[in-house]
T-cell receptor
């Protein structure tokens, strides 16, 4: 059974700092991996999608990498801002596309 | 927002009453999902659909049923609501067959007293 783990569960950093969020999964037979952002009381916003054949994706200050063989992904946030404060979730889709399995998230707080 | 609308957005009900949550999409995607989100458990899949009248169970399907009579609508029904079903429910659609990217609705907060 696929399990997704995110470390740390919470992270507090000062504005301007570069940071890395970690995601690990137990079964490397995935179709893709997605990173989401969730603000309190809101839905999930897709940030980056990495197909299983890809190594990384970039969007603005965000860069996500995928190492399928080791079951790991990282989300790198450059020059963090208070507006980046949110919960970040990673999720993997199995190869049948039947479900997205989520980690429990990392809650990020960026102070000004 | 990928054209996903959930209704109602908030509902308070009593134990034992039936509840139906609706997910409506304006696109024509085949795959639709219902998740629940709870503190300490994260997001868990309840049911999903891969086409009209084609549905399957997820990780936490007990106590829930679904129906999909039209491509654009996916209904989640709690036949007899229990307090353990107090949660935030999210609908999602997948661009499966393409990138497989998932897009979520804004959520429906259900409280069962």
């Amino acid at each position: 059974k696929q399990e997704v783990t995110q470390i740390p569960a919470a992270l507090s950093v000062p504005e301007g700092e570069n940071l890395v969020l970690n995601c690990s999964f137990t079964d490397s037979a995935i179709y893709n991996l997605q990173w989401f952002r969730q603000d309190p009381g809101k839905g999930l916003t897709s940030l980056l999608l990495i197909q299983s054949s890809q190594r990384e994706q970039t969007s603005g200050r965000l860069n996500a990498s995928l190492d399928k063989s080791s079951g790991r992904s990282t989300l790198y946030i450059a020059a963090s801002q208070p507006g980046d404060s949110a919960t970040y979730l990673c999720a993997v889709t199995d190869q049948a596309g039947t479900a997205l399995i989520f980690g429990k998230g990392t809650t990020l707080s960026v102070s000004s | 927002d990928a054209g996903i609308t959930q209704s109602p957005r908030h509902k308070v009900t009593e134990t034992g009453t039936p509840v139906t949550l609706r997910c409506h999409q304006t696109e024509n995607h085949r795959y639709m999902y219902w998740y629940r989100q709870d503190p300490g458990h994260g997001l868990r899949l309840i049911h999903y659909s891969y086409g009209v009248k084609d549905t399957d169970k997820g990780e936490v399907s007990d106590g829930y049923s679904v129906s999909r009579s039209k491509t654009e609508d996916f209904l989640l029904t709690l036949e007899s609501a229990t307090s353990s079903q107090t949660s935030v429910y999210f609908c999602a659609i997948s661009v499966w067959g393409d990138t497989g990217e998932l897009f979520f609705g804004e959520g429906s907060r259900l409280t069962v007293l």
